[in-house]
């Protein structure tokens, strides 16, 4: 099955500070994302990756940088975090074989609870 | 621009009776549309998703049948389980500009005895 692994878990950042969000697939899945996820507003896309070298902006991208520097890994970084950005954040990978598929599966890591004080 | 829209943010129900889950879109194409499940402490994971074709997709007792005349892709159950408490999420997929997904907000649902 799909392996998505995301660390840390849990982190407490101040406000200011400088987060990294990093995220590992071993699935050989060319496209990745990451969501946050909020009570009453679900999940949204912050950035996306179809390959190593490339990121994109999803809907909610400002405050967020993403990096992909491997077909494995998929990083988010805060570069000044706010308190606004305390959620959980997911990472994902899709089993597109091309640069987007409209019917692929997502799969999710165990998601990240980062809380900004 | 594409959205999915679920209505019932809170949803609580006795064990046994059945289950559906509202969701409508708009799209400018002829999108996918997928449900995804996450329990407590888990991660989201895949419950249904869409065919091309007119067959109606089920997996551990859930079914959504895709109307494009009234743009709803609602889940349903015929008898809700314990096990069935979660977070439900419907998403779209537009079939004319790739793979990401747009979420809805969500529906947490609660089953109780």
């Known amino acids: 099955e799909a392996a998505v692994t995301q660390s840390p878990r849990n982190k407490v950042a101040v406000t200011g500070g400088k987060v990294t969000l990093s995220c590992n697939q071993t699935?050989?899945?060319?496209?990745m994302y990451w969501y946050r996820q909020d009570t009453g507003h679900g999940l949204r896309l912050i950035h996306y990756s179809y390959g190593a070298g490339s990121t994109e902006k999803g809907d909610i991208p400002d405050g967020y940088k993403a990096s992909r520097p491997s077909q494995e890994n998929f990083s988010l970084i805060l570069e000044l975090a706010t308190p606004s950005q305390t959620s959980v954040y997911f990472c994902a990978s899709g089993d597109a074989r091309t640069g987007g598929s409209s019917a692929e599966t997502l799969y999710f890591g165990s998601g990240t609870r980062l809380t900004v004080l | 621009g594409d959205s999915v829209t679920q209505t019932e943010g809170l949803v609580t129900l006795t064990e046994g009776l059945p289950v559906m889950l509202n969701c409508t879109y708009q799209s400018t194409y002829s999108p996918f549309l997928f449900w995804y499940v996450q329990h407590l402490n888990e991660a989201p994971k895949l419950l249904l998703k869409?065919?091309?074709?007119?067959k109606r997709p089920e997996h551990q007792g859930f079914h959504a049948t895709l109307h494009k005349s009234s743009s709803s892709f609602h889940l349903q159950k015929s008898s809700a389980q314990l096990s069935d408490s979660a977070l439900y999420y419907c998403a779209l997929s537009d079939g004319g500009t790739g793979s990401k997904l747009s979420f809805g907000k969500g529906a947490k649902l609660t089953v109780s005895p």
């Open positions: 869409s065919f091309t074709d007119n």
């Open positions: 699935n050989n899945h060319n496209n």
